[in-house]
């Protein structure tokens, strides 16, 4: 129980990164080194780069996602559409990948949290490793009446824009009791 308390009290303040804010400031450790984002959970978290542009129209939003720990049912992926975020009112949409192949794509209005897709399995995944690790590119696309998922490079998902939140801002959601490196985040 001590060895739990020490852990805890390690990641009791989310760090002021130079560039990445986040919906939660206790139990979240976030670490920038060589152009990677390290983020360590206790509970979930939604990141954002602060002073991040609002996307609208079409663009795309990339990033490699390195899982380096974490239980295997947790996902971790791409916010995009937000508004409000780290507060009550938050409103996005989301992209999320978990350990065992699986894909999710679901938005947040408020405290509601409706499944557009729920999780399905796809070969295109990477699923964790014998040491709970895995490495995905994610990518959402918004162009016209379609969002278009993609994981390393594969289209899996299309969603009629209208099902989503697609204008605002783009970011992170990590999942409980996670550790993860990002590499590459671009909202363009």
């Not at 663009?59 to 996602?65: G, I, N, P, Q």
């Not at 508004?83 to 947040?108: F, P």
């Amino acid at each position: 129980m001590k060895t739990l308390a020490l852990a805890l009290a390690a990641l009791a303040v989310l760090p002021q990164s130079t560039s990445w804010r986040g919906s939660v400031t206790r139990g979240v450790a976030l670490a920038e080194s060589g152009g990677a984002l390290s983020v360590r959970t206790g509970p979930a978290v939604d990141l954002w780069q602060d002073g991040a542009r609002p996307l609208s129209g079409s663009y795309v939003v990339r990033a490699t996602l390195r899982k380096l720990g974490g239980r295997q049912h947790e996902g971790y992926g791409i916010i995009f559409g937000a508004s409000n975020l780290g507060t009550d009112s938050a409103r996005y949409s989301y992209v999320m990948v978990r350990g065992d192949g699986n894909l999710l794509v679901k938005k947040r209005d408020g405290a509601a949290t409706p499944v557009v897709r729920d999780w399905a399995h796809y070969a295109a995944i990477h699923a964790d490793d014998a040491q709970s690790q895995a490495e995905n590119v994610v990518e959402v696309s918004v162009a016209g009446a379609s969002v278009v998922v993609k994981v390393n490079g594969t289209e899996l998902v299309r969603v009629p824009v209208r099902e989503l939140f697609a204008t605002g801002q783009a970011g992170l959601r990590i999942s409980h009791q996670m550790q993860v490196e990002v590499r590459g985040f671009d909202g363009r």
